[in-house]
Structure formats: structure tokens, C-alpha cells
């Protein structure tokens, strides 16, 4: 039996992170579901249909991949309560092979943010990095549709099971991102529906896999502060766009926060971006 199934299963019946982490620690997946038998007399029978379940959506090429797999992100041990978990569609090896940036930002992003966003998004996909976001509206749907429109590798990780994306407007979107060579995550089994806590929950995946945080535009209460929280938590470095001169729309005052209390590095010119890049590069030995 594959550790997927054993943590599925385990899963299944309630378990938390630490439960299956404990119960796996010194076992092989089968047995430790046979240590457990004796209270629980159907979990090998109900392994053996959520293995069948997994073959199945093989085919449809949704896959799960649990702590123990070999391609399971190293950057997920930065996170308290780590997954044990993931659905995945796509090549998720590709982590490993490239710099990974997040690039966050408001829902309703003013025509200055649009703009410096694809401009900065044209850097880092000339220096081939995989560019993660949440598929949310907004800023994060301009990352990840911009990417696929110059063929690069975007990532995106979903508040829901990840055959149901969520907008539904962006379920087109999401497809593209996988035949274009991305691919989805979620730690949530296929079909959820996402729960309002699901979202901060999706957002902290986000800014462990990142090795580099980019902000494009937020208010001190967007949804994007609980990346950017994550990310100063695991010592992710933080770029944010410098607000216009200009009395131009846009809410900025997460970004000035960020700036003005040094837990964010104002981007100033290309070279700002290309500093951080090279010394990541540097640190995961890439060329």
C-alpha cells in the first residue's frame, strides 16, 4: 500500500495533521492502518476503495501526493500545521527546477497596478520563474492568465477540491494553466466546496512555496495582508510596488505599510526584482 492511501484513509476517519504524522512515524502504511484495526474494524476495506478512487482519477489525471512522496515541496515544513495532503494536477516538479514568486494582490486592482503588474511579470517570466497565485479575481487572475498567454509555468493553489475551481469564471482559466504546462493544488479533497476560513488556509500554501513574494496592490484589511503575514512568519523575502506619485486610484495603504515598516522592499526599477532573483537562484544552485 502507497503512503498516499494510508494518509488518505487516516484522513478519511478524522484524523488531524499530527494524528497521521504520529501514527505514521515508525509504520509502513499498512501497518499502521492494521495498529489501528482493532477500533476501527472497515479502514482496510475502506483503504482498498480509496485506493480504487485514486486509480480512477488518475485517469483524469488528478493525483494525490502525501509527506512522504519524493516530490512532496520541502518549502511546505516552513508551515505549523504542515499538510500531509495535496491534490494535484500537473507536473508538480517544476518547484524544484525554478524560482517560485507569488504575486498577490487586491481583487480590484486600479489601471496603474494592472499595468506595473505585467510589466513586472514580463521580468520574472523572461528569467523563467514559476509564478504562483491563488486564482482569485483581480491581481491574481492578471498572474496567472498572463503567464499562460506567454507560455510559462504558473501555479495555482485553490480553497477547493481542484475539480471545482473557484471563481467558476475561472474555471476556463484553470485548464489553460494546466495544459500550458502549470498545474493546481489544494489540500482539500475533490469536490469540496471552499469554507470562508479555506482562503486564509489556501494563502498560507501560497506563501510557503514562494521564495519570493511580490504585492502588486493592498489595503491594510485585504485577503492579500494574510499572505504577506505568512510570509514574513516564514522569512520569505517581500517586494511590494511603490505607490504612484500621482493622486492615482487605488487603495495602497498595505503597500506603504509594508515599505515603511521594512517588512517589504519597494520596487523601484527592474534591477530591484533581478537582485532578488539572482540570489535566490544562487541559493538553489540554478543557472
Known sequence: ??????????????????????????????????????????????????EEIIKNKLQEKFYPICYKDKYWP???????????????????????????????????????????????????????CNIISGLALGCDTIAHRETVRNKGVTVAVLPSGIDLPKPETNATLSEEIVETGGF??????????????????????????????IVIECGMKSGTMHTVNYAVEYDRPILAVAPPKKNLPGDYSGNIFLINEKKAKPIIDKETIMEKILEIKQQKNLN
Do not use: C
Open 1 to 50: 500500500m502507497k503512503p498516499r492511501t494510508a494518509v488518505a484513509t487516516l484522513i478519511s476517519y478524522g484524523f488531524s495533521k499530527k494524528e497521521v504524522r504520529k501514527t505514521l512515524l515508525h509504520r509502513e502504511p499498512l501497518e499502521a492502518l492494521e495498529f489501528i484495526k482493532g477500533s476501527r474494524p472497515k479502514i482496510l476495506e475502506k483503504a482498498e476503495k480509496i
Open 184 to 213: 493546481l493544488l489544494s489540500e482539500y479533497p475533490l469536490g469540496h466546496i471552499p469554507e470562508k476560513k479555506n482562503y486564509v488556509e489556501r494563502d498560507r500554501i501560497v506563501a510557503a512555496l514562494a521564495d519570493i513574494v
Open 74 to 128: 520541502k518549502s511546505l515544513k516552513a508551515i505549523k500545521d504542515e499538510p500531509v495532503l495535496l491534490w494535484g494536477k500537473g507536473d508538480i516538479r517544476k518547484l524544484e527546477r525554478q524560482v517560485n514568486v507569488a504575486v498577490i494582490g487586491t481583487r480590484e486592482p486600479s489601471q496603474y497596478s494592472v499595468e506595473m503588474e505585467k510589466r513586472i511579470l514580463k521580468i520574472l517570466l523572461e528569467q523563467k
